[in-house]
């Protein structure tokens, strides 16, 4: 088989081949079958690393770039945009690519041919409300595809391959809610499943309706950051000859993990001197000023997403932030983060009760709510969704790898 199903995600990538009759994942970083979406440009060595591997040359100070995220640059204005990689422009377009080529080097070594042909995933919607950009965006991931090798190439929805992979488990008909909560956008499909209707060719009258918003992970961490973390950088304070607040530009810019190398200017740099000058709490805006100097964002970024876990199972948590200043902290509360983070939960139950709708059922005639990717963990999400149909039975399967899976098996399907 020289086809592969490929999941390329905002947080964490994977893409599997058929073995022996079943999906089995590439290894893509050491025995690891997932992978971050991250890719570090080092300019000692000008050597690029990837995934985990590449967050910890971040980490440790390595001279270089990191970009992460790297699937929200399609459905985002910075489409068209060029990133500084040493002393040379490139276009983050580019920055995915080298990073898709990644995975299928990783599994071909893995299948031991070449891969030509991709059941590849795509969000439900990457931009909302707007047809022309949302098919623009899948033109440029084509594109990338095509150029790093694959000759044919395949969309599939990414709910409706995670609802495949959830049928190999389905011992009985279920009319099921997929949601699958990625980092970058939040995607569902309604469904029949069962183990007669897996053995059809023809799934279209098993799919009953789709829908998805650009709702994910990162926009939960970039509130999140800036309702916890940013006050200690001066967000919320003065400018005392103006009396207005602080510019919230220079931080919303520092919590979005697409934006965080655009706030590494020197223009930033001279704005952020002035408004330390003007400030009434200037040792709260020096902060800022230390973590644009230094590249520090990603280091909040990371600091913030490891807190947003952790809240999935605990009440409350530390955020430490000592590689700003010695022993600062930010205390972070599940109620806290709640609060942040509630105009994107009440819009993700809007969309989930909308997709029922859709499909021409009420709520009581869902039997199932299918949770995957990695933000459906989060406690206030779960919740949201359930409520748009509370008696239907909750489960989840592998956090990361059931779009992957159930790509691959797509995969065999359309290409053979």
Same mark, same amino acid.
């Given at each position: 088989m020289t086809a592969c199903g490929l999941d390329f995600g905002t947080s964490n990538s994977a893409i599997g081949v058929m073995r022996a009759g079943a999906p089995a994942l590439a290894p893509v970083e050491g025995g &690891?079958? $997932? $992978?971050?979406? &991250?890719?570090?440009? =080092?300019?000692?060595?000008? *050597?690029?690393?990837? *995934? *985990? %591997?590449a967050i910890a040359s971040y980490i440790a100070q390595h001279e270089g770039r990191l970009m992460r995220a790297l699937k929200s640059i399609l459905s985002s204005s910075l489409i068209d945009e060029k990133t500084a990689l040493g002393n040379r422009m490139v276009p983050l377009t580019e920055v995915v690519e080298i990073f898709v080529r990644h995975l299928k080097e990783k599994a071909e070594a893995f299948a031991g041919v070449e891969l030509t042909a991709v059941a590849h995933g795509r969000p439900v919607r990457f931009v909302d409300d707007d047809d022309a950009a949302d098919a623009r965006a899948e033109r440029v991931l084509e594109g990338i595809a095509h150029k790093v090798g694959f000759r044919d190439l395949s969309f599939v929805y990414e709910p409706i391959a995670a609802a495949y992979h959830y049928e190999e488990t389905a011992r009985t008909e279920e009319t099921v809610l997929i949601a699958d909560i990625g980092g970058g956008t939040s995607d569902f499909t309604v469904i029949r499943v069962g183990p007669q209707r897996s053995l059809r060719t023809d799934r279209a009258a098993d799919i009953l309706a789709n829908a998805g918003a650009r709702i994910g992970g990162? =926009?939960? =961490? %970039?509130?999140f950051n800036l309702a916890i973390v940013m006050p200690h950088l001066g967000l919320g304070t003065e400018l005392i000859a103006k009396r207005l607040p602080m510019p919230r530009g220079p931080y919303a810019e520092l919590a979005t993990w697409s934006t965080i190398n655009f706030a590494y200017t020197p223009r930033n740099e001279r704005l952020l001197v002035e408004l330390v &000058? *003007? %400030?009434r709490e200037p040792k709260k805006v020096a902060r800022l000023l230390k973590?644009?100097?230094?590249r520090l964002g990603h280091r909040i970024a990371l600091t913030v997403e490891d807190a947003k876990i952790a809240l999935s199972e605990t009440e409350r948590t530390v955020m430490p932030l000592d590689f700003i200043e010695a022993a600062l902290e930010a205390v972070a509360t599940r109620a806290a983060f709640d609060q942040a983070i509630a105009d994107k939960t009440a819009r993700l139950h809007k969309v989930a009760a909308q997709c029922i709708a859709d499909a021409g059922l009420t709520p009581a005639d869902i039997n199932t709510i299918f949770f995957t990717g990695g933000s459906g963990r989060v406690p206030a999400v779960r919740t949201a969704i359930l409520r748009a149909a509370p008696g239907a039975r909750a489960t989840e399967g592998s956090d990361f790898l059931s779009v992957a899976l159930g790509l691959t098996r797509e995969a065999q399907k359309r290409f053979g």
């Open positions: &690891a079958t $997932i $992978i971050p979406s &991250a890719v570090f440009f =080092d300019y000692e060595t000008k *050597g690029v690393q990837f *995934g *985990g %591997a990162t =926009d939960f =961490d %970039a509130l &000058a *003007g %400030a973590v644009v100097r230094e």
